[in-house]
């Protein structure tokens, strides 16, 4: 069952205010956000993290709008402040905003997301980002030889770690997100 506030599309599409007590919300999902950044496990072209748990709940509390603002804020401080040893690349911010589009167009102002939108939204984002944008950014900036088998190559570990990935994404993220603590903070800070 979804439960879902009526908010109207060009309130959903505008930068919505926030008071002091969101903001400082907000600030701390983005330090949570770069903390779990460092816990990625991995080599560059196979990395496991966990900051979907983060950008979820910025999506589901702030929309589409402030969640790719985030999103993009985001990314290049981590490529070039907190993680400055890699190579910046604008694909993988546009890859960042793409997928908090795609969380906050499943999760915003539901108070309790259904496994159906948490399965979709996952689901989008591991074909349409993980496996597609990020390996095509992965493949004009490591390959030598840009060919379609040099392309296969990249592509066939990044998918499995990827089917993989997806349904322990998906049931951390069901967990995280209606949890009661998520609920009870979703009254307090945004009064709904």
């Known amino acids: 069952m979804s439960v879902q506030n009526s908010t109207s599309v060009r309130d959903t599409w505008t930068l919505p205010k926030l008071d002091i007590r969101q903001f400082v919300v907000l600030a701390l999902l983005m330090g949570l956000d770069l903390a779990l950044g460092k816990l990625t496990v991995g080599t560059n072209v196979l990395k496991v ?3 979907f748990v ?8 702030y929309g589409p709008i402030w969640t790719m603002f985030i999103a993009a804020i985001l990314d290049v401080v981590n490529a070039t402040i ?3 040893s890699g190579t910046f ?3 993988f911010t546009l890859s960042a905003i793409v997928a908090a589009f795609i969380y906050a167009l499943f999760y915003y102002e539901q108070l309790h997301v259904s496994w159906l939108r948490i399965l979709m939204a996952v689901g989008l984002i591991t074909l349409v980002v993980n496996v597609g944008l990020n390996t095509v950014w992965l493949f004009i900036m490591y390959s030598h030889v840009h060919t379609v088998d040099s392309f296969i190559t990249l592509l ?3 998918a499995i770690k ?3 990935m997806y349904p322990i994404q998906v049931i951390i993220t069901y967990a995280f997100l209606n949890n009661t603590a998520v609920k009870q903070a979703t009254k307090q800070i945004f009064h709904k």
């Open 162 to 164: 990827s089917a993989m």
């Open 54 to 61: 983060a950008m979820s709940l910025i999506a589901k509390w």
């Open 82 to 84: 907190v993680n400055p």
């Open 49 to 51: 993290s966990f900051v």
């Open 156 to 158: 066939i570990p990044r």
């Open 89 to 91: 690349f604008l694909g």
